[in-house]
Structure formats: structure tokens, C-alpha cells
């Protein structure tokens, strides 16, 4: 799914005509069948989603870290907004740029922040009457990283302010893991700012040139309405699960035609209140947030941008990657029981399992060879798909659910360049 061509910059502040976008909300944990749902289905569904319990919340103490606030921060987020606010009150843009303690270095981390501040300068340059608050999140897990948080944000503010003085910057120092944490903690103050979207990207990714910038594009002139994400380009580690997996996706086109949390610009009501507890995927809750089976384009709301483009590494050693899949299909199932019917069905059928043949269509856009080993690897994928929900299942029936999704972060953190890697594709 890609964005139509490139628009100018809008030369106003953010407008949103028209009504409202209609959002999808996820159904009650005790609900009653609903009309058109099978018994079957209904069961199957209820089950599993009684089989995941975790916290209701991602909610943490956040300490907001900013010039004109106490060295350690403050825990409270009206002040943090108070002290953003600009004298003109326009609403802007909320960019959050995720990460923790023990990820890497100092020095990497600075070299990271220094291309995202590029990024911001061209948001700025290209967009000058939208105003733009950068929140930088770093988490940590014992007292004496929290004190490494907070030094490390005092560093990472000093950067932004020598390269960028005009630009608006907040650290976020607060206990992981969790990425929904880090996007919350922004997310209230961006709300208080009256910001009209709320963008994020990883810290394992590479934005090409003005990326940013071309998403902030396309999202004001939609009318800060949906959500816009860059279009990823996959580079393979030396690993052989990253050939193994690379080759897969070339064949089996996966669940990428829809923006990813790994570079995404949301209209602040589409997370209003912050991701609940629920939902480890944070573009998988924007998905089925946005997905609108009765459109003639059910993805219309969720664009991908094709002149911003961001570069990633596939895959990682054997082990992680396995437990990394198994944590992106509990996502996925735990979304497909959780939502109303048409948007679990349509996101099943066409979105993750297209083209697993007899059960969806035949994927015929490239060839019969290339649909029947479309077919194949979406079945293998299928299987163990099914295997996490059978578990799931149990649980749920049992009574005794799965407490929390494993974090599953790769231990090789390599960014790259666009020419670092002969081998890449975009997925």
C-alpha cells in the first residue's frame, strides 16, 4: 500500500477537515456473541483472549528531563507540557525516538541522535509553521542505570540544543522493558500540547534523507487524519536465519503493506490515552485501530510513503529470531481475538495469510510457481502460528494465562548506511 505522489509542503498549520475518522475499538474481555459471528469462532476467539492477561496499563513513574526543571526531572507531565508550550499554542508534531541504557554505548547513542536531529532540522526547514517537540526515551532497569538515564539525557539535550537551539526537546527517563512505555510517557504530554500527531522510530533502523520530513508531508496534507509510515528496505546479516528469512519474505510478502513502528507518524486521537497494556505491537494496535473492512481500500487510512525510506537489517542469530517470532505471532493473535470480526477477518485473510492457498486466494500476480511457493511458506508459517494459538487456547481454557509477551531484542545492534549491504529488498 503506498501513498499517492509526492505533495508539497503544506504552507499552514495542521487542518483536519471533515468528520472524524471512525476507529476501531477492541471488543469487551467479557462479550456476549456478536451478530454474524459463528459459535465456533466466537469460542475460539474468547478463549484465547482469555488465555493473555498482563497488566491492565504500561503505565510507570516517568521523570521529564528539560532546561528550566530540576536536574532529575519532574514526574509530573503538565509541567513538562507547560514548559514545551509554545506562545503561539499551534498544534504540532510529537516525534519520540525510543531506547535504553543498556542498548549501547553513550557514544552510539549520540551518533544516532545526531542523524535523527538532522531529520528534525529538515521537518523544520521543510515545514516551518508546524511546530516540532522531539521526546527522547531512555529506559532503565536499576537505580544505578536510572542515574545513568538521566546523565545520558542531560548529554543528548546539550547535543540538541548546541546543533538545534530553536528546537523543543524532552528526555524521558523511565523503567523498562517496554516500548508502549516510552510512546505513553510522550503521548500524555503530546496530548496536553494539543499536538496533532505523534510520530516514533527505532533506534536499529536507518532513515534515509529528509524521511521524516516526507512523512510529515503526506500526513498534513491528509489532513493529520490515519497514520503514515516509511517504506522498509531489508539489508541480510551474515546469519543464515537472516538469507533463510530474507528469501521468505521476497517470496511470501508479509504483513508489510501497512506503515510499522519502526519509522510512523499517527494522528494523536488514533493513541489517545496511550497503547493499553494489552498490546506489546505498537503498529499492530494502530492497524486494527485504522482498518476498515468497508472501505473500497480498507488500508486506505494506513499509507506507506515510497520517497521515505528507512533501511534495517533482517533478522539476527538463530535463537533470538525464534524468540522474536514467537513474540510477533502472540501479537498477532492476541489482535485477532481482541477486534471486531470484519477487521480480524480481513487483516487474516488479506493482510497476514494472502495467498495461502485453498484457505485464502491464490496469489497468480507473478506466476503459478511463485503463487504455490507463496502458498507453501505462508502454510509453514501458518503451522506454528497455529501451534502459539493452540497454547493460547489452553491457557485461556485452563485457566491459568500467559502473565506477559517476552521482550525479544537482538544482541547484534547494527545500524547500517544504504550502501552498506549488496543484498537488501524492500519489504
Known sequence: MTSEPAAPAVPHPPVRPGPPVRLNRPLARRRRRPAGEGFVTHHLRSTMARGFRPPESWEVPVRHVLPGLPADGTPRAEEAAQALRTPAGRPGIALVVPTYVSRVSLARQR???????????AVTRDHPLVPLVL????????????????RRLRVLL?????????????????????????????????????????????????????????????????GCRGAVGATKVAHTHEYAT???????????????????????????????????GRYVSDDGYVCFRLLDPALPDPLARLRLVPDAR????????????????????????VDLADWPLPVVRHYFRHVLFGGMWPLTGFDSSRGARH??????????????????GGELYVRGLSGRPLRRIEWAPYSDIRRLTPSSSPTRQES
Request: overall charge neutral.
Open 242 to 276: 537472516s538469507r533463510l528469512l530474507s528469501r521468505a519474505k521476497a517470496i511470501a510478502a508479509p504483513a508489510t503493506n501497512y506503515p510499522h513502528g519502526c519509522c510512523i507518524l499517527v494522528a494523536t486521537d488514533v493513541v489517545a490515552g496511550g497503547l493499553p
Open 371 to 388: 503463487g504455490v511457493q507463496k502458498a507453501l511458506i505462508k502454510w509453514l508459517y501458518f503451522a506454528w502460528f497455529a501451534g502459539i
Open 158 to 222: 546539550d547535543d540538541a540544543r548546541t546543533r538545534l537551539p530553536g528546537l523543543r526537546v524532552c528526555g524521558l527517563a523511565l523503567p523498562g522493558p517496554g516500548k508502549p512505555r516510552t510512546l505513553n510517557g510522550a503521548i500524555a504530554v503530546a496530548e496536553l500540547l494539543g499536538c496533532a500527531g505523534v510520530g516514533w522510530t527505532d533506534d536499529d533502523v536507518t532513515l534515509e534523507e529528509d524521511c521524516l520530513s516526507r512523512l510529515v508531508r503526506d500526513f498534513l496534507a491528509a
Open 111 to 121: 551518533e544516532w541522535f545526531d542523524a535523527l536531529l538532522d531529520q528534525a532540522a
Open 310 to 333: 528507512c533501511h534495517y537489517y533482517v533478522a539476527g542469530p538463530a535463537g533470538e529470531t525464534r524468540r522474536r517470532i514467537r513474540r510477533l505471532l502472540l501479537n498477532h493473535l
Open 135 to 150: 521526546f527522547v526515551g531512555m529506559q532503565w532497569s536499576s537505580a544505578e542505570e536510572e542515574r545513568e538515564a538521566l
